[in-house]
């Protein structure tokens, strides 16, 4: 029966040729970076007050992010549906992956909450921060830019074209792999354990559901809580600055009583939160029982071609990160005036 399974999948993948390659993927990622490094310079030289960083926000995502792997799909002429896991799902997988995404998201911050009191041993981390969302309009408007465009163009960059390359290699390496580099693309040493997390868990349930609307609406409910209490926090009254994570802009001038009370506070949270999440994950197991078996089986496929060109892209992509988190880390140190 393994056999019949096996030699099917090897006539489907011989019917859809035209899938993405762990070679593209790298290729991508890398461009992709690059792209980033690049807007990230000239934002120097942009006035970015008001609706101006909203509308600026669009553009850079969509050329940098977007851009690159729609000219791949459309150039190389990629079986899109396939390669997007372009698949329908149920109303019950829609619920528990939004719940997945609310209550995994307090298990997030708890996360944050403890690597940032680490990082603050050292020097004073360096949080990205936002403009001000104070009107319900520029609410709307960052709902739009921080929550709606990473959740379709990063999972279609992730979790479509690079994890359906790495697939190749297998269901484990897929998942870790591409969770990874997810996270390191985000170059932010603050956030770096919380987004390895959040990146395996969107390409698992991406793969568990063979479908990418499920990662889409888990990335959407994760950014857009984390916008709501930003909009939020300019509204009510604050105990101490909050950034767009939920978490002190600073712990230095926290008294350590009230410092280790906050972290029993957001432990006794977090814990209820996982006990929460563990539920919907699990329910979400149970729904998705039985798809993915084509990938399962697609692990007797052997990728061909040149592991030179696999490796060099994303070796060279994450030695560039590697030295922006490292000079990020000087900074967060020793910092230099600006």
């Not at 609706?51 to 792997?69: E, H, K």
Request: net charge neutral; aromatic share 12%; proline share 5%.
């Amino acid at each position: 029966m393994e056999d019949i399974m096996v030699q099917s999948f090897e006539e489907e993948v011989q019917k859809k040729p035209n899938t993405p390659t762990p070679a593209a993927g790298g290729i991508l990622y890398l461009a992709v970076l690059l792209l980033m490094l690049l807007s990230s310079f000239l934002t120097q030289y942009i006035s970015m007050e008001g609706d101006r960083y909203y509308i600026y926000m669009f553009l850079i995502q969509l050329i940098t992010i977007g851009l690159p792997p729609a000219v791949y799909l459309i150039w190389f002429r990629k079986d899109i549906k396939y390669t997007l896991r372009l698949q329908k799902i149920s109303l019950a997988e829609i619920l528990l992956s939004m719940g997945m995404a609310v209550f995994g998201y307090f298990v997030i911050v708890f996360i944050n909450l403890l690597w940032l009191i680490f990082l603050s041993r050292f020097g004073t981390p360096q949080q990205t921060a936002i403009p001000p969302i104070e009107s319900g309009r520029h609410y709307l408007m960052a709902i739009g830019v921080i929550a709606v465009m990473p959740a379709v163009l990063e999972e279609i960059l992730f979790r479509g074209v690079i994890q359906r390359g790495y697939e190749r290699y297998g269901r484990l390496t897929s998942i870790l792999l591409t969770g990874v580099l997810f996270a390191f693309l985000h170059v932010s040493i603050v956030s770096i354990p919380a987004i390895i997390l959040l990146g395996i868990l969107l390409c698992y349930v991406a793969y568990r559901a063979n479908s990418i609307w499920v990662s889409m609406i888990f990335h959407f409910t994760n950014n857009a809580i984390a916008v709501t209490f930003a909009f939020l926090s300019n509204m009510l009254f604050k105990l101490f600055p909050v950034d767009l994570e939920g978490m002190p802009a600073s712990f230095t001038d926290i008294p350590r009583d009230e410092l280790i009370m906050m972290v029993i506070a957001w432990a006794i949270t977090g814990f209820f939160a996982l006990l929460l999440f563990g539920a919907c994950f699990a329910g979400f197991h149970i729904v998705t029982r039985g798809r993915g078996r084509e990938l399962a089986a697609g692990t007797a496929v052997k990728e061909k071609g040149n592991r030179l060109m696999v490796v060099l892209p994303v070796v060279l992509a994450i030695l560039v990160i590697i030295v922006l988190l490292v000079l990020e880390v000087i900074q967060m140190i020793h910092p230099i005036p600006i």
